[in-house]
C-alpha cells in the first residue's frame, strides 16, 4: 500500500450515499468514476451534487481546489480502473455485494482501496471468499456525505492508515473502530435511540414532531458540540464522571421494561408514524428540507469555526491547507496588487434574501488587512510577540451586490505604509470581475500591551517600505 | 389560576439545576427567593450565575429587562411567600419531596405554581396525599437551564396552560408531555444511548472520547436542528417515512442483543469510564467545559437565529418581545438624537481575544439603521411593497474598543433626507456613556424590482423631512 494519492476515486451506485460520496470527492478536487446501471443515476447525482455545491464551498473561508471530473462510466469494468479509492455503496445484500467484490478484484488495481459504505455488515462477512481480504474496508458515513465529517473505519489496520489519509484530504472525520461490531459504532446509538422511540409513538406518549422537538430543543442542542460523556463529566460538576454515574447510573435499575423489548413493525403502526411525520413536515417537499438541513448544518459548523471546537476545529485546519502558500510568494514577487482574499460567500453572511450583509463586506476586508500583514511579517507570531496593526478608520463604497455562494475576490494595494501608519486600498470583484466594492482603510501599529500606538520591528518596516515603493509605480 | 403574572419566583435547593432555574429567572427579571440549608448555596449560585451572565443576554439581538433581586431566604417559609412559580428542585427521593410539598401546601399562594424539576417522579407519585394536587406538576428542564431551551411539563391540564405562559415568558420551550411516564420523553432517549455506551466502553468497543466523537462529527449536528424523525424523512427521500421504516425497520430485528440487556455497574466499568474521561477532558476543569459548552451553544443557537429554525426560531421571537415598543414612539416625541440600538456584544462577534471584530461595528450601524428606517415608516412592511434603502457608503472610525458581554448603545442622527437621498450619522456608546466608534452613512432609496434608485413614498419622505428637520436644530 501506498499513501501516494493520484486523486482518482470510482463510486458504485448513485443512492443518497453513492452520490454523497460523488459529489465531496468531486468538490475538493478529485476526479470521480460512477457506475450505476440506474438510467435515473445522472439526474440523482446532479440533484445531490446541487446541494452539495450549495453548502460545501461555504462551510470554509478559502476557496476550494478546482472540482475534479465527473466521469458516468458504461461498465463497472471501466468505472474502476485508474481509481486508487472504490466506493462500494450498492443495496445492503450480501450476496450482491460478494458479487461485486468478485468483479473488483479481477479489474482493480491490488493498492486500491475498496471502502464499503454499510452499515449492516462487518469486514469479516465483507471479505468472505475474498482473494486479497485486507483490500476491503467499511468506511461508513452520514447522510448528507458532503457535510457529516463522520466516517467509520473498519478493518485491515495498514488499510485504514492509508483511508484515513484519503479521507483528511476530503475534510472528514476518519473514525477508526477498532473491533468489529454489528452496525458499528453510530448506528447502534441511533438504534437504540430509534427503537425507544418507536414506542413512544406505539403507546401514544408522544407524535414524531414531539420526539423531535425534545431533541433539537433539548439534548440534540448539546450533542452537535460535546458527546454524550462530555456533556455528563460536566453535569457531575467538581465531583467528576464517577460522582455522576453514581447518581444517575442506578436509573438503569428501574422497571423501564419497554427498553428491553421490540415493537413489531405493523402496518398500523408504520401508517401512525408516517401520518405523524407528513404533518410534521409535510408542507416542506424533501428537496426543500435537505435545504433547510444543510444550511442548518452550515451556518452551526461555521458558528463552531468561532470557537474552534470538534467540528469548527476540523474546519479551520482544512483552511489552513486550503489557503494556497504560494499566494504570498506570488504577491512578493510580482510588482502588481495583492490577491489577498479568495473565496464564496457563505450562507450565514447573508439575508433573507441571499445577499450579502452591508457588515461582511467589512469581513473580507479585515480578511484582506490580516493578509497584507503576513505578507509584510506582522502575521500570528508576530501578535502573538505583542505587537500588531488596528483598524482605525475603514471608508467603504458599495457597488453592487453579491448572493451566498457566489465567489469573489479582493485585490489591495498599499496607499501609504511608514512609521506607525497603514493606509490600504481594497478592491472587490465577483467572479465575472465586475467590482462590487471598495474600502480605504487607515491602520495604526499598536503595543498589544499598552493598546497605544507603537512603531512597527525593523524587518516589517522593511518589507512595507518595499511594498508601498513598488505600488506607488502601480 | 390566573394568568397575570407577578414575577415572583421561589427556588427550593440550589444545586446545578436550583441555580440555574435561579439564574435565568433573574436575567429575565424576575425577583427569586431561594431556599437552600447548604452554607455553601450562595457561592454556588454565584457560580452558576456568573456562567449564565456570560451566555444567555449574548443570545438575543436587544436588552434583557433589568435583571430581578435575589434574595437568600432564611427559611423555607420566608422564600416561598408572595411567589407564584415555586421551583422544587430538591434531592431525588420521593419522601423528602412529599415533606417539602406538605410544607409547601401549608405557606404557598394556592394559585401558585409548584413545579418539580424531577427526572425521576411522575407527577401522580408526587401528588399523593396532596390537598391540591393539580398545583403540583413536573417542569424537567435540561443543563444548562439558562441556555437549553426545553422544559417537559406533564401533570394538570389547566396547570401545565398556566405554566406555559411563564416558561414562555422566559423564553423556553415548554412542551406537554400529555400522558405521565417514567423519565418522561427526553431521559427515556438518553437513557437508550447511555446504555448502549455503557456496553460499548465495557466491552472494549470504544472509549468516551470515541462515542463522543462519533456523536458530536456524526448525527449530534444533525439533532441539533433537525431531530430523528424529520432527518429520517429525509433519507426516505420523495418516497417518504414509510420508505424509509422499510429499508431501516428490519435492522430492529438484528441479534443485538446487548442493547436489551443492563450493563452492571461494577466498580471496574465505573472506574474505566471516568479513567477514559479523564483523559478525553482531564486537561479541561469543569469551569472551563461549562464556558467552552456555554459558548458554542451560544453561537450554534445564534446561527440558527440567522436561519430562524428551531431554538434560532425561539430566539427571534423572544427578540421581537424584548425590543420596547415605546422606543419608536419616544423617538419621535423628542426633538433629540435617535436611540436606535441597545445590546449586548454576543460571544460569536468577537475574536479569539473576544474583542468584537471590525466588521460588527458595521452589523451595529446597519441594525440602527435599520431602526431609523422604521421610524420614518420604511419598515418591513414597505420592504415588502417593493421599496427600500440601501447602504452605498459607510465611513466608520474606530476609537476604542468593546469585548464580548459588553453593553453598548447607538444614537443616531439624520444629517440629510430629501429625495432618494438618507445621510445618517450614527454614535456607538459603551455601558460608561464613552463614545467608542463613528459613522457617517450614506443611503439611497431603491425600487427593488429594478434594483435601481427611486423616490420613496410621500408619507416616507414627509416623516423623514419632519425628522431631518428637528436633528438640523441639535
Chains 1, 2 share one sequence.
Not at 462500494?88 to 482501496?113: C, G
Not at 420526539?211 to 454524550?228: E, H, K, P, S
Not at 433547510?292 to 452551526?300: C, E, G, K, Q
Request: charged share 25%; glycine share 6%; net charge negative.
Amino acid at each position: 500500500m501506498t499513501t501516494t494519492i493520484n486523486r482518482k476515486a470510482c463510486v458504485l451506485g448513485a443512492g443518497v450515499i453513492g452520490a454523497g460520496w460523488v459529489s465531496r470527492f468531486l468538490l475538493m478536487g478529485w476526479d470521480v468514476n460512477v457506475y450505476d446501471p440506474d438510467p435515473e443515476a445522472p439526474r440523482k447525482i446532479q440533484e445531490v451534487m446541487n446541494n452539495a455545491l450549495n453548502a460545501l464551498p461555504g462551510l470554509y473561508d478559502h476557496k476550494l481546489p478546482e472540482s475534479g471530473k465527473l466521469t458516468i462510466a458504461e461498465s463497472l469494468e471501466d468505472a474502476v480502473i485508474g481509481s486508487e479509492w472504490i466506493v462500494e455503496a450498492v443495496p445492503e445484500r450480501l450476496d450482491f455485494k460478494h458479487k461485486i467484490f468478485r468483479l473488483l478484484e479481477a479489474v482493480a488495481d491490488e493498492n486500491a482501496i475498496i471502502a464499503s459504505s454499510t452499515s449492516g455488515f462487518k469486514p469479516s462477512e465483507l471479505q468472505q471468499d475474498s482473494a486479497r481480504p485486507k483490500q476491503i474496508i467499511v468506511a461508513h458515513p452520514f447522510n448528507p456525505v458532503y457535510l457529516i465529517p463522520l466516517v467509520e473505519l473498519v478493518g485491515d489496520e495498514d488499510t485504514v492508515v492509508n483511508a484515513k489519509h484519503v479521507l483528511d484530504s476530503l475534510g472528514m472525520f476518519p473514525l477508526h473502530v477498532r473491533k468489529e461490531i454489528d452496525a458499528h459504532i453510530g448506528d447502534r446509538l441511533l438504534e437504540a435511540v430509534w427503537r425507544e422511540g418507536l414506542w413512544l409513538i406505539n403507546d401514544g406518549i408522544a407524535t414524531t414532531k414531539e420526539i423531535d422537538d425534545v431533541i433539537r430543543y433539548g439534548f440534540g442542542l448539546r450533542w452537535a458540540q460535546m458527546g454524550l460523556f462530555e456533556t455528563y463529566r460536566i453535569a457531575g460538576g467538581e465531583a467528576g464522571m464517577a460522582h455522576f454515574i453514581g447518581q444517575f447510573g442506578p436509573c438503569l435499575e428501574w422497571p423501564w421494561t419497554k427498553l428491553m423489548d421490540v415493537p413489531e413493525l405493523t402496518d398500523e403502526l408504520v401508517d401512525k408514524i408516517a401520518g405523524q411525520s407528513d404533518q410534521q413536515s409535510g408542507h416542506h417537499s424533501i428537496r426543500e428540507l435537505e435545504r433547510i438541513r444543510d444550511d442548518n448544518l452550515v451556518s452551526m459548523m461555521r458558528a463552531l469555526k468561532g470557537r474552534n471546537w470538534g467540528a469548527g476545529e476540523l474546519l479551520n485546519n482544512v483552511d489552513k491547507s486550503l489557503k494556497q502558500p504560494q499566494t504570498q510568494e506570488e504577491n512578493k514577487k510580482n510588482a502588481s496588487l495583492l490577491k489577498t482574499v479568495e473565496r464564496v460567500i457563505p450562507i450565514n453572511w447573508t439575508d433573507y434574501n441571499n445577499h450579502m450583509n452591508e457588515s461582511r463586506y467589512g469581513q473580507v476586508f479585515s480578511d484582506a488587512a490580516t493578509e497584507v500583514m503576513a505578507i509584510i511579517g506582522a502575521d500570528q507570531a508576530y501578535v502573538d510577540s505583542g505587537k500588531s496593526y488596528f483598524t482605525v478608520e475603514n471608508h467603504i463604497k458599495y457597488i453592487s451586490e453579491c448572493v451566498a455562494g457566489e465567489e469573489i475576490y479582493v485585490l489591495s494595494k498599499v496607499l501609504l505604509g511608514e512609521g506607525k501608519k497603514l493606509k490600504l486600498q481594497h478592491q472587490m470583484y465577483n467572479a465575472k470581475d465586475e467590482l462590487v466594492c471598495t474600502d480605504e482603510q487607515f491602520l495604526l501599529h499598536v503595543d498589544l500591551k499598552t493598546r497605544k500606538s507603537s512603531m512597527p520591528s525593523d524587518e516589517v518596516a522593511k518589507k512595507l517600505a518595499y511594498l508601498f515603493s513598488q505600488h506607488q509605480q502601480l
